[in-house]
């Protein structure tokens, strides 16, 4: 009887820590402000394509990339490109496909010591070196630590629905992102013309790169981040643009 009630404080006890750890990250993003708040923003701009945001220029294909992989050159040295959209890498929708590698994710490092992940893309694996300044490392780690999160809590990873509402989603899509994207997303085609990709077709296609850039903007563009709004308001305006026009 003893060994019951023993076992089921222990639970209670790890049930109210979890809700402490997981109230305390989302305080932890609310804490940084001014420009620590700014810095965090970058850190998701980056993460998707810091040579394109900082405009440096690299063209070898980058040394842990592993040789069997798809990619060549400038893209390898994304963070994307080996840990994901989703942050899991080989965990993730990265588990198969063009865009293999066996890499592991970053999802171990959210909530850690910024200083420590700083310590990590110093590294010799990363090799970065003199390509990102202090103040841009710095920003990735707040990127990992406090801006990722668990894709798979909000994208269904087979059918890739999406939970959200579409109706709250277009008042956010057609009073911001309406004024470069179009009232239907096709104003702005990043694929070509015999390819077009739309914000309808990314949505889509593949919704966690589309959150990862409601979230935080396209690299090397004016693109806003919607990253003052909530997690349910960023996800609304994603299921708005799965509603738009793929082609
Ligand atoms: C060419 C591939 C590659 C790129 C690009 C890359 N990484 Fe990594 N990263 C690795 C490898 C390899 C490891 C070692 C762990 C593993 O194999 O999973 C690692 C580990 C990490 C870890 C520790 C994960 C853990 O649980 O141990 C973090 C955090 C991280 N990378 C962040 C980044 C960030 C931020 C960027 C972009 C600035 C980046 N990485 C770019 C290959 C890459
Ligand atoms: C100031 C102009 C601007 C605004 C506002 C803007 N974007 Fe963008 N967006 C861009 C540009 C420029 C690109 C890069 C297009 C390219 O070169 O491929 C882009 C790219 C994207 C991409 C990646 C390409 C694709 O179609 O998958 C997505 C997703 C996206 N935007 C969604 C949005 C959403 C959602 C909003 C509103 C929250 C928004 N954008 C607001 C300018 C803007």
């Known amino acids: 009887m003893k060994k019951i009630i023993l076992s089921c404080l222990c639970c209670s006890v790890l049930f109210i820590l979890s809700i402490i750890i997981s ?18 923003a970058k850190g998701g701009v980056l993460y998707d394509n810091w040579p394109a945001e900082l405009r440096v220029k690299v063209d070898k294909t980058h040394p ?9 050159g400038a893209d390898t040295w994304r963070c994307k490109e080996c840990h994901g959209w989703d942050y899991k890498g080989r965990a993730g929708v990265y588990s198969s496909g063009g865009h293999y590698t066996g890499i ?12 420590e992940i700083v310590k990590v893309l110093k590294n010799k694996t990363h090799a970065f070196e003199n390509m990102i300044g202090e103040s841009d490392l ?10 990722q999160i668990d894709m798979d809590l909000y994208i269904d990873r087979t059918t890739k629905k999406v939970i959200g ?3 709250n989603g277009a008042r956010i899509y057609l009073t911001t992102c309406i004024k470069c994207h179009g009232e239907d997303g096709k104003a702005i085609n990043s694929g070509n013309a015999q390819k077009p990709v739309y914000i309808g ?27 003052f709004l909530g997690l349910k308001d960023q996800l609304d305006v994603l299921s708005f643009c799965k509603t738009l026009p793929e082609e």
């Open 165 to 167: 509402e579409p109706a």
């Open 64 to 72: 842990a990339y592993p040789a069997g992989g798809k990619i060549k």
């Open 23 to 40: 109230s305390s990250s989302a305080s932890e993003i609310d804490k940084l402000t001014g420009w620590k708040f700014a810095q965090l």
């Open 138 to 147: 710095e920003a990735l780690a707040l990127f990992v630590s406090f801006g």
């Open 104 to 115: 592991g994710g970053i999802r171990a490092y959210a909530n850690q010591d910024p200083v």
């Open 201 to 227: 077709t990314s949505a889509n296609k593949n919704p966690w790169e589309n959150l990862h850039k409601i979230r935080w903007g396209h690299p090397g563009t004016q693109m806003i981040s919607l990253l």
